[in-house]
């Protein structure tokens, strides 16, 4: 049972601990309540795209490939913005499956550079998922320039766009691909 | 018999740690409620202490072994006030948020009044304790509180997983 000096010790350290985790839980809500205030919050806002909604990939000077796609998502960043900064660092200089994308700067020269020092190879703006673009052009074509934004295209017309605040929220935008394989021939059978 | 008045004069001094405590490192909560039923913030900045402190008292009452009737009669003395609280917020008609466990989450009112009889178990088992000894209580406490302090820990360690998830989402790293 433990002598009763034992037993107030443990009190003793078992009120400390109660009253340390309520200051810290205390704490948490204190630093929640300020996110929602500042509005630094990890949560996707639509974008209305307008007049482009529904309208063919092309059209708005992407890739004509993605004019055929059935499921596909075109990631726009800024070199000047530190999100796109992060989300460009975790592609670790490979970009996701059904994933395309548009680098808002002023030069492809500038492009490069910023690629390349994510990681990404000299080669890359030729590779075709991914393209340079200054911003005139996008407010030209969508009328919008918002980066880190997603533009999900879907049976090639686009359908819906969202601001990424964050590396998971990029994450959480990478669309689903299910590729078949080609079915494997028995050769014991077609002998 | 007397082991289940034990049982429930213990898990009500268990309440009563984690009810005084909050308190007590969170004044505020408590002095708004008495401030907006009575209007007067001084009473209130009073009360505000004094309830805790009782609160706390009471529970030394029953552990450290003092007369049973004075462990009862601190229960009903509990009890009453917070349901004459509850009575009072609810003839004003106004909301008053609830200063119960330190918080403000709910509201004043006839749950307070609905707790009486609780406070009146918990005085009658006070009564029965005669058989028990000090380290007995004692012993039982402890794990009470041990059992509280884990209570404690889940809202916090929740609140640092959401923090950290946030943070990282944000602005990165690890």
Redesign the interface.
């Known amino acids: 049972m433990g002598s009763p000096l034992v037993l107030v010790l443990i009190i003793a350290l078992g009120v400390g601990q109660f009253l340390l985790f309520g200051a810290l839980a205390e704490a948490y809500r204190d630093i929640r309540q300020l996110r929602e205030q500042t509005g630094a919050l990890d949560r996707v806002m639509p974008i209305d795209l307008g007049t482009a909604h529904g309208g063919t990939p092309s059209r708005f000077g992407l890739h004509p490939d993605l004019d055929s796609a059935v499921r596909a998502v075109v990631i726009y960043l800024e070199n000047r913005c530190g999100t796109c900064r992060l989300i460009v660092d975790s592609l670790n200089g490979g970009i996701p499956r059904g994933m395309w994308l548009v680098v808002v700067t002023e030069s492809r020269a500038a492009a490069l550079e910023w690629l390349t020092g994510a990681g990404f190879g000299e080669s890359i703006l030729e590779s075709g998922r991914v393209m340079a673009v200054p911003a005139q052009d996008i407010d030209q074509h969508l009328g919008i320039t918002v980066t880190p934004m997603a533009l999900e295209i879907e049976n090639g017309r686009l359908v819906r766009a969202t601001s990424i605040p964050s590396v998971r929220q990029f994450y959480n935008a990478v669309p689903t691909t299910i590729s078949l394989a080609p079915p494997t021939l028995n050769q014991e059978v077609h002998a | 018999m007397a082991t289940t008045s034990a049982l429930i004069a213990i898990a009500a001094c268990v309440v009563l740690?984690?009810s005084g405590?909050?308190k007590l490192?969170?004044r505020v909560p408590l002095a708004e409620t008495v401030s907006t039923l009575t209007g007067s913030p001084t009473f209130a900045s009073r009360v505000a202490i004094i309830v805790p402190g009782f609160e706390l008292a009471t529970v030394g009452v029953v552990v450290l072994g003092a007369p049973a009737y004075l462990a009862s009669a601190m229960f009903v003395a509990l009890g009453a006030t917070f349901a004459i609280a509850g009575a009072w917020a609810r003839r004003t008609g106004r909301v008053i948020p609830c200063a119960c466990f330190?918080g403000t989450a709910g509201r004043l009112g006839l749950r307070q009044v609905g707790a009486l009889p609780l406070w009146l178990v918990a005085a009658w088992a006070a009564l029965h304790l005669g058989s028990f000894t000090?380290?007995?209580r004692?012993?039982v406490?402890?794990w009470g509180?041990?059992g509280?302090?884990a209570a404690?820990?889940v809202?916090?360690l929740r609140?640092?997983a959401?923090?950290r998830?946030?943070r990282?989402?944000?602005?990165?790293g690890r």
């Not at chain 2, 990282?168 to 990165?172: Q, S």
């Open positions: 740690v984690w405590l909050e490192r969170n330190g000090v380290p007995e004692l012993a406490f402890t509180v041990v509280l302090g404690r820990a809202p916090a609140g640092y959401a923090a998830h946030d990282r989402a944000l602005v990165g």
